[in-house]
């Protein structure tokens, strides 16, 4: 039996442990395990298959697709996107026999990022907000605002507009979004969307 609460959705194969605080509307999927004194905010989607580890904090309209895990560690700002697959890490040098869970190192994700399938964040490294992380890649530095990147190791390849369109800067460094007409600006390798 699938469980719907006052607040959020859960199938029937989920496991939602207690002390976690879910948000109104949020959707948990098959087979999804939501560990305790985790943080998930309203209107999330959480698809087949997704593990949330104590301590995570996802912010409002987070999409996490199937068979991600999200480790303690990791906080996700409101509208991010986690592609199918994607990958957290929390710990630089694991080994099977050296316990090291006081040595999680943290990782955010800034508002409206975008994670494509089967992309490795390694721990340590920040994800600016509306940066597009293109399938694959391998993160292993931080991410500007807006930056899109790609590869192994990850490398900065343009930047990206909020509507997830590529941006091209003219001679001014001044660039229009196509979709939302939205004017962005470069400016000592720092992009801002004019107001």
């Given at each position: 039996m699938n469980v719907t609460t006052n607040n959020y959705f859960a199938h029937e194969t989920a496991i939602v442990d207690e002390g976690c605080d879910i948000g109104n509307g949020t959707k948990i999927w098959h087979f999804s395990h939501i560990m305790p004194n985790c943080k998930i905010g309203e209107n999330c989607n959480l698809g087949q298959n997704v593990v949330i580890s104590p301590g995570v904090i996802l912010g409002k309209n987070v999409k996490v697709q199937n068979n991600v895990?999200?480790?303690?560690?990791?906080?996700c700002d409101n509208d991010v996107f986690l592609g199918p697959s994607m990958v957290f890490t929390n710990v630089t040098n694991p080994r099977s026999a050296v316990n090291r869970r006081d040595q999680y190192a943290k990782t955010h994700v800034g508002e409206g990022a975008s994670i494509g399938a089967n992309a490795t964040i390694v721990c340590g490294h920040d994800i600016g907000k509306f940066a597009f992380i293109g399938a694959g890649a391998v993160v292993t530095?931080?991410?500007?605002?807006?930056?899109?990147?790609?590869?192994?190791?990850?490398?900065?390849?343009?930047?990206?507009s909020e509507y997830g369109h590529r941006l091209n800067f003219n001679e001014e460094n001044i660039a229009l979004c196509p979709e939302s007409g939205q004017v962005y600006k470069l400016s000592g390798g720092i992009v801002s969307r004019e107001k």
């Open positions: 895990s999200i480790y303690t560690g990791v906080t530095k931080n991410v500007p605002d807006y930056a899109l990147v790609i590869g192994n190791p990850s490398r900065q390849v343009g930047w990206m």
